[in-house]
């Protein structure tokens, strides 16, 4: 059984930065996508990015390119979001999630069946 374990969020000061990591375990082959997505009280959930485990695609959407890293650690099993240039906009719930892809990586969160329980990020300006 997939599981996912976030950790890393917080609370910081606009323009500093944040890692977050999502251990993950129960696949059974490397044709998974993991992705991060963010969702404030009452708004849908954002894809923001996503990487292909099997060769380390990644894709992110236009508003956090450049601020946001997204990458894995075989080893660890871990997959890890970089923020930086942190701002008070980027403060959100942010879930980690995962399934089985034979290409491209969505940013739809209906497309994924497993789901971690979601670190908070509070930036303060």
């Known amino acids: 059984q997939v599981q996912l374990v976030e950790s890393g969020g917080g609370s910081v000061q606009a323009g500093g930065s944040l890692r977050l990591s999502c251990a993950a375990s129960?696949?059974?082959?490397?044709?998974?996508?993991i992705g991060w997505f963010r969702q404030a009280p009452g708004k849908e959930r954002e894809g923001v990015a996503t990487?292909?485990?099997?060769?380390?695609?990644?894709y992110y959407i236009d508003s956090v390119e450049g601020r946001f890293t997204i990458s894995q650690d075989n080893a660890k099993n871990t997959v890890y979001l970089q923020i930086d240039s942190l701002k008070p906009e980027d403060s959100d719930m942010y879930y980690c999630?995962?399934?089985?892809?034979?290409?491209?990586?969505?940013?739809?969160?209906?497309?994924?069946?497993?789901w971690g329980q979601g670190t908070q990020v509070t930036v303060s300006s």
């Open positions: 129960g696949f059974t082959d490397s044709r998974n996508c």
């Open positions: 990487i292909y485990t099997r060769d380390g695609s990644t």
């Open positions: 999630a995962a399934d089985r892809f034979l290409g491209v990586c969505t940013m739809v969160a209906a497309d994924y069946r497993y």
